[in-house]
């Protein structure tokens, strides 16, 4: 077989990822950068709220580009291997220097399979994890819903 099949995440579920996250951060009273991308890494959606920081753009699509390619948080690079003298130390300057070390970036799965990423960024990396897991949260929802519904 010479193609596959490759799984993506919608713009529809997006979008849903999205408004999740957002109402996690009316709650939180924080304006986030809310980023999703797709299998291919590519931006799929991005909402900033009014009171994000504009130099975190980047930085939340670039946490889902880190989470959605490597198929795993971007909190699973935090520790002494990727500090100077540990054996990862440097992988920050990967991709053109896309590779991001800062929790909020989280790969979003359905069915098991990585079908894109979300990528928060403005607060505290705890506060951008609570966000973007908010948006997973609300993409496995949706994604149960449709399993359920009767056609």
């Not at 540990?86 to 990967?94: L, M, Q, R």
């Not at 909020?104 to 607060?123: F, H, K, L, W």
Request: aromatic fraction near 6%; charged fraction near 20%; include cysteine.
């Amino acid at each position: 077989m010479a193609t596959r099949p490759l799984p993506c995440l919608s713009l529809e579920a997006a979008k849903i990822a999205a408004a999740g996250a957002e109402e996690k951060a009316r709650q939180m009273g924080i304006d986030f950068n809310i980023a999703l991308v797709d299998t291919t890494l590519h931006l799929l959606h991005f909402t900033r709220m009014p009171g994000a920081k504009l130099t975190s753009i980047p930085i939340a699509i670039d946490k889902a580009f880190t989470a959605a390619g490597h198929r795993q948080p971007t909190t699973a690079y935090q520790g002494k291997n990727f500090l100077p003298g540990g054996p990862a130390y440097g992988i920050h300057n990967s991709n053109g220097g896309r590779f991001m070390l800062i929790g909020g970036g989280i790969p979003i799965e359905v069915e098991g399979v990585v079908v894109g990423a979300i990528g928060v960024s403005t607060g505290t990396p705890a506060q951008d994890v609570e966000c973007a897991t908010a948006g997973v949260e609300a993409v496995r929802r949706f994604v149960e819903r449709k399993k359920g519904a009767k056609l």
